[in-house]
């Protein structure tokens, strides 16, 4: 496969890990990496969904299973890479998630789950990436991705928060690391159109599309882009910047909620409780 807007061999030599690049996103992005000519590491929970996306994804791709909220589990990502490759030049930070529901009905536990996955798996996976391979190495790049909307979004509250605090700690290690070469940047999704939106109610995804002034959800193929672009050289000088990719969904200040969001009883249906 070649990339639709990067020349062949952009990011030749390259080894980047992509944390939940099995799936959506990071699987796009995986691809788009590749394409490009990087060796591409995937990693996530599930072996399956890691070997059947590596398989698919070609030669360059490997894969490693682990859970980013581990530090354990998060040193021997790095480690992986390291051992295949002997370098790790790019961290992409895509492992994250919360769940729909509104605000006051997000107990304690849940704001505890979804901070420790996305603040908590993003700088475990960053620091590990830093201190045994980066710095060492004298230089890399890490790629957190977080959430648009910045001013907040209804239904994942708890998921705002997080993001923005994975926000302040991408400013914050972009100046404390840049002495060692390396730099820290974050892309900001709007909404896009992955399989994980299945999740949440019919009316929820219907009415996503409507809240974003450019008329639709976002392909995973731009969102690749903007990760190869940051992965590229024009991304360290883009260290401690957060760059929105959002079709201008950040700019939308309409009514909550958006039309044909609520249900018959005028509420807005949440996401249904995991099972097993
Ligand atoms: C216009 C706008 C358009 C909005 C729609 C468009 C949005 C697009 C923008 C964003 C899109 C995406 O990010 S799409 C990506 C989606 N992908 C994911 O979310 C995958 C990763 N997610 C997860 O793993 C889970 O959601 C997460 C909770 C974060 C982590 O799971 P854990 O295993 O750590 O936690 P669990 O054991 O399941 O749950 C812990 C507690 O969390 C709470 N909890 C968990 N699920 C709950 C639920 N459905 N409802 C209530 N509460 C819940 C309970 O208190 C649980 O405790 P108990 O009560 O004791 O069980
Ligand atoms: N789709 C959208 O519109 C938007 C998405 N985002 C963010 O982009 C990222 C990708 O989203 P998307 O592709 O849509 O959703 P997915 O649910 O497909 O992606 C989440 C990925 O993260 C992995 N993951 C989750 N928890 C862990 C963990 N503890 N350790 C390691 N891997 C983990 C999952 O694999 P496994 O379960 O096997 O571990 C999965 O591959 C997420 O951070 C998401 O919140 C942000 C804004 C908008």
Not at 32 to 59: F, H, K, Q, T
Not at 88 to 104: H, I, R, S
Request: with cysteine; aromatic share 4%; proline share 5%.
């Amino acid at each position: 496969m070649t990339s639709q807007i990067f020349a062949d061999g952009a990011l030749e030599g390259q080894v980047i890990a992509v944390t939940g690049g099995g799936t959506g996103l990071g699987r796009a992005a995986a691809a788009e990496l590749l394409a490009c000519g990087a060796s591409v590491v995937i990693c996530g929970r599930r072996e399956e969904v890691l070997a059947e996306a590596a398989d698919e994804l070609g030669p360059r791709c490997s894969w490693v299973a682990g859970d980013v909220r581990e530090a354990a589990d998060a040193e021997r990502i790095v480690d992986a890479c390291l051992e295949r490759h002997g370098r790790l030049d790019t961290l992409v930070n895509n492992a994250g998630g919360q769940y729909f529901v509104p605000a006051e009905a997000i107990a304690l536990k849940g704001w505890r789950a979804v901070t420790r996955l996305n603040v908590g798996g993003t700088l475990t996976m960053a620091t590990a990436a830093y201190d045994r391979a980066m710095r060492p190495a004298g230089g890399g790049m890490v790629i957190n991705v977080t959430l648009s909307p910045h001013h907040g979004l209804a239904g994942m509250t708890h998921s705002s928060a997080a993001r923005a605090a994975v926000e302040g700690a991408t400013r914050e290690l972009a100046a404390a690391w840049a002495p060692d070469g390396v730099a820290v940047c974050a892309a900001a999704a709007g909404h896009f159109d992955t399989p994980a939106l299945d999740k949440y109610p019919e009316s929820v995804r219907t009415a996503a599309a409507r809240t974003v002034p450019l008329g639709r959800l976002g392909r995973v193929e731009e969102h690749a882009w903007l990760i190869a672009l940051l992965a590229s050289p024009l991304g360290r000088r883009l260290s401690g910047s957060v760059v929105t990719l959002d079709g201008a969904r950040d700019n939308w200040f309409g009514p909550w909620p958006p039309a044909g969001m609520a249900d018959e009883s005028g509420e807005v249906p949440t996401e249904e409780r995991r099972r097993g």
